[in-house]
Nanobody
Framework: QVQLMESGGGLVQAGGSLRLSCVAS????????LGWYHQAPGSQREWVAT???????NYADSVKGRFTISRDNAKNTVYLQMNSLKPEDTAVYYC?????????WGQGTQVTVSS
């Protein structure tokens, strides 16, 4: 019974930045791992980044050096800072979390990068 809600998407020019937010209905201390995925039209949903319970964050090769995943436990929120955006980043972005062995997804937020 975890609800995840993404926000922060929009239209941005190539080279610009966006920060996506995902607010969880439950304490994110109990949700791990937390991550971000994206899905372009007609494509499969792809993994983007993960914030594990322990250890370091992980990123898909396509976004390394440009995207940063972070969290604010007090706000029950995970973020995805996206810099140097490219048109190929255009997709619906979803946050994801696992709590007590169950996987949860948000509804997604649209990111569109123009050339």
């Amino acid at each position: 019974q975890v609800q995840l809600m993404e926000s922060g998407g929009g239209l941005v020019q190539a080279g610009g930045s966006l920060r996506l937010s995902c607010v969880a209905s439950e304490s994110i201390f109990s949700i791990s791992p937390l991550g971000w995925y994206h899905q372009a039209p007609g494509s499969q949903r792809e993994w983007v980044a993960t914030f594990p319970r322990i250890g370091t964050t992980n990123y898909a090769d396509s976004v390394k050096g440009r995207f940063t995943i972070s969290r604010d436990n007090a706000k029950n929120t995970v973020y995805l800072q996206m810099n140097s955006l490219k048109p190929e980043d255009t997709a619906v972005y979803y946050c994801n979390g696992v709590r007590y062995g169950r996987e949860y997804w948000g509804q997604g937020t649209q990111v569109t990068v123009s050339s």
